[in-house]
Every structure is written in structure tokens, then in C-alpha cells.
T-cell receptor, first 114, second 113 residues
Framework: AQSVTQLGSHVSVSEGALVLLRCNYSSSVPPYLFWYVQYPNQGLQLLLKYTTGATLVKGINGFEAEFKKSETSFHLTKPSAHMSDAAEYFCAVSVLQGAQKLVFGQGTRLTINP | GAGVSQSPSNKVTEKGKDVELRCDPISGHTALYWYRQSLGQGLEFLIYFQGNSAPDKSGLPSDRFSAERTGGSVSTLTIQRTQQEDSAVYLC???????????FGSGTRLTVV
């Protein structure tokens, strides 16, 4: 079965600093990987996704993530944090076979300090 | 429609009452999902509809929960005899194919008092 582990339920960085949100997955077949962002009192919005091809994927709002098969990781980064990045971030995995649904991590709440 | 629409956005109900939550997916999206997000928790899968196939109900927490999808479009999630532990945000999502990601609605915040 597929699973996702997000390391750190809370991450706090200073404005302008590097943002690094960690995600590790478990899957017996090649995964599709996603990052979603949830702003307060809103639904989830797709940030970026990896399906096939280039392992470094770029998303909205300056975020990017790199698929590392050897490390079973898909960490989310942004070079310089902005106050508007404060939100909850969810990593998710899907697989090509079987039930076509996403399995989500527990989420990481990102706080930006001025 | 342009996005996934959920109604109501907020619902307060008394313990023991039944509630219905509605989801109107993006037109043409064959897959529809319900998730539950409790305070401080991640997203808990509830149920998944794909076209005319039998739904995947493996995530429904008890037989008090049920869902239907009429005409391959609008879906209703029904919770009977609500309990306080049912309080959560119920999120609906639709997709042309799960491997391309979902589009989520804004959710229904259910509070059972």
C-alpha cells in the first residue's frame, strides 16, 4: 500500500529564508507525486506534480520539488519565503494501478516570521 | 461549472440529527472524491466515484455515512445520527483522472453540538 510521511508538522522560517518541506513516500510501483497548499478556511490548491520525465518540477508561487527515487523523497522548496506563503502544505501520492485515489500526508504548517 | 462547488459552507447540527452535504464537481470530471479533515489531522479518504463503476467506499468510518452520485455529476454525502466526533471539514474533489491531481472545493465545515 502507498503511504506518505511529512517530516515536521510545523515549520517556521524567516521572511526571505529558504523554505524546505520534507516528504517521503512508500510505493511498490512508480508513483505520481503532488504537493497541495491550503490557505486558512479554503480548500486545497495544487502547487505542483510529478508524473514522468524531468525529476525537478516547478509549480506556482515559486515553489519547486525534486523527485528522488533512490531516497523515495519529494521535498518541496522555495528559495525565498514570503509572508503570503504561510499555509498548510500536503504531500500526496497516487499510483498508476489499482484504486485511483490520492493518499495524503498529515500536512506541514508553514509559519513565516517577519 | 468553473470549479468544484460545495454547499453549505458551514453547518451546525444537533447530535443525533441527519445531515446532507452537497458537491457539484467540474463538468466533465468523471472522478469524484470525498475526504474529511479533522482539526489537526490530515485528509482522511471517505469515498470515491469513478464514472458508472461501483464506488470505492473503503474509507467510510461507519454505516452512518453514505454517499451517492446522481447522473454521474452531483454527489451528496449523508451522515445519519450525527455524533460530536463527526465534526470536521468535509472536502469534495473532482478529477478527469486521479493521476493528474484533484480540484478541491472549499469544503463544508460541520459542527455537531
Amino acid at each position: 500500500a502507498q503511504s506518505v510521511t511529512q517530516l515536521g508538522s510545523h515549520v517556521s522560517v524567516s521572511e526571505g529564508a529558504l523554505v524546505l518541506l520534507r516528504c517521503n513516500y512508500s510505493s511498490s510501483v512508480p508513483p505520481y507525486l503532488f504537493w497541495y497548499v491550503q490557505y486558512p478556511n479554503q480548500g486545497l490548491q495544487l502547487l505542483l506534480k510529478y508524473t514522468t520525465g524531468a525529476t525537478l518540477v516547478k509549480g506556482i508561487n515559486g515553489f519547486e520539488a525534486e523527485f528522488k527515487k533512490s531516497e523515495t523523497s519529494f521535498h518541496l522548496t522555495k528559495p525565498s519565503a514570503h509572508m503570503s506563503d504561510a499555509a498548510e502544505y500536503f504531500c500526496a501520492v497516487s499510483v498508476l494501478q489499482g484504486a485511483q485515489k490520492l493518499v495524503f500526508g498529515q500536512g506541514t504548517r508553514l509559519t513565516i516570521n517577519p | 461549472g468553473a470549479g468544484v462547488s460545495q454547499s453549505p459552507s458551514n453547518k451546525v447540527t444537533e447530535k443525533g440529527k441527519d445531515v446532507e452535504l452537497r458537491c457539484d464537481p467540474i463538468s466533465g470530471h468523471t472522478a469524484l472524491y470525498w475526504y474529511r479533515q479533522s482539526l489537526g489531522q490530515g485528509l482522511e479518504f471517505l469515498i470515491y466515484f469513478q464514472g458508472n463503476s461501483a464506488p470505492d467506499k473503503s474509507g467510510l468510518p461507519s454505516d452512518r455515512f453514505s454517499a451517492e452520485r446522481t447522473g454521474g455529476s452531483v454527489s451528496t454525502l449523508t451522515i445519519q445520527r450525527t455524533q460530536q466526533e463527526d465534526s470536521a471539514v468535509y472536502l469534495c474533489a473532482s478529477s478527469p483522472d486521479a493521476n493528474y491531481g484533484y480540484t478541491f472545493g472549499s469544503g463544508t465545515r460541520l459542527t455537531v453540538v
